[in-house]
């Protein structure tokens, strides 16, 4: 067994070539785990007639397979600290293909559901415990090029995904939108076992069995009232129920975690203020007003303008492209200026260009919608990469793999909760019109007031010491005192 102290040799040996294929090999599996979750939902109609369904029965697929996440995503730090990182983070991939398989197979509702549920465990693995494994592998000198890395999937594939689920369930069929995870899961797994070094605790404690119970079941009643927002689907009563009571386990949870001995997930990682002004406070709200914007484009492009899903597509690739574009110069521009000037100024020039997107109409000159589009995605970009290495600049390797479990329940709650609020919003202003469907009109608003919220997020950043983060950023002023 790999001993704590041969970890912490571990952490300081990995060169700059080695941490950057590490996040590569990492990114890869991430990218299929996300591309799932976006591309499904476009076939959910040729799949009910398959199954010999109602369409609308469908969506308990995409919602087994969020509530199974959930659930288990609390115990992939212990897990990764017990059994190997290495190991569970294979082991993931393996359980995604395998059930992604299952999928493509399944013959009826029941058999598809149990696939997703199966599907879901194995992501609730893949993104805690990878993340894990980049932090060990990558000096802190690397971090922002291997955040970076892995945080592309989760920048690209939302906007991808639904366009290419469209193509293949058009002329192809809807299995192929899981056949295609199996190569791809085949190619992680292979670069796992050539790449990526094997990491254990020595000592990782007890399973803290009420603390996972607690954490699980709080974090699935809260994601399950937001998906249930979302759909518009149950009572309203329902929802607050299910909202207050996965608060009121959350709460117990916490209070658990801090009376135990060896808790299930360490809380001291929030006494670290880059942490947690980067994953819960600012970070959150600023994750809100971001993870919206590529939920509330595609309505915009097809109730608001009249445009069908190809053409909306075409709108959305230029949003796609101002993702990747930045990734060039993110370590140069943190560098330059620090994470606390990036975090506020580029959050800023998100936050405008989410408000500008609602002044789009379809008169508006083809180069202002793709200029405003192509400053959303380079902003976006720049701001989740600077959050998401901000976030662990400062952890110990002691808290790495609790930090990391954390961030990935907090980010999970932040993708929800920017869907159902802008679903909300859009909800909202259509019913004050006493209107059937959004219009321009209730886009609008929408976009105004989550982008609203990204300004006001944005100003937070600035309580930050100037020197957030220096260390990993090699911030110019403060590498040359």
Known sequence: MTTLQTSEKTDEAPSAGQAKIVALVVAVSFFMQILDGTIVATSLPQMAASFGVQPVSMSIGITVYMLTMSAFIPLSGWLGDRFGA?????????????????????????????????????????????????????????????????????????????????????????????????????????LVLRFVPEQREENPGRLDVPGFIL??????????????????????????????????????ATRHFLKVENPLLDLSAFKVQTFAISTLSAGTACRIAINATPFLLPLLFQLGFGLNSIAAGTYLLVYFLGNLGMKAVTTPLLAQFGFRNVLCVNGLIAALCIIACGFFTPDTPLVVIYAILLAAGLSRSMEFTALNTLAFADISPAQRSSASTLSSMLQQAAMLLGVAVA?????????????????????????????????VSSLRFFSLPADAGAEVSKHKRFQEK
Request: glycine share 10%; net charge positive; charged share 10%.
């Open 215 to 252: 954490s699980g079941a709080g974090m699935t009643f809260v994601l399950a009232a937001l998906e249930l927002s979302v759909k518009r689907e149950g009572s309203l009563l329902l929802v607050f129920a299910m909202l207050a009571t996965g608060i009121v386990l959350s709460v117990m």
């Open 86 to 190: 290495r190991r569970i983070f294979l082991a993931s991939i393996g359980v995604f293909t395998g059930a992604s398989l299952f999928c493509a197979l399944s013959g009826s509702l029941t058999e598809f559901i149990v696939a997703r549920a199966i599907q879901g465990a194995g992501s609730a693995l893949m993104t805690p415990v990878g993340r894990i494994i980049v932090l060990k592998s990558a000096p802190k000198s690397e971090l922002v090029n291997a955040i970076a890395l892995i945080t592309w999937p989760a920048l690209t594939a939302p906007v991808i995904g639904p366009v290419l689920g469209g193509f293949i369930t058009t002329y192809a069929s809807w299995h192929w939108n899981f056949l295609i995870n199996i190569p791809i899961g085949l190619l992680g797994m292979a």
């Open 423 to 455: 679903a909300a919003l859009l909800n909202i202003s259509t019913a004050l019109r006493a209107a059937l469907e959004p219009a321009l009109i209730d886009f609008r608003w929408a976009f105004l007031a989550v982008g609203l919220m990204g300004i």
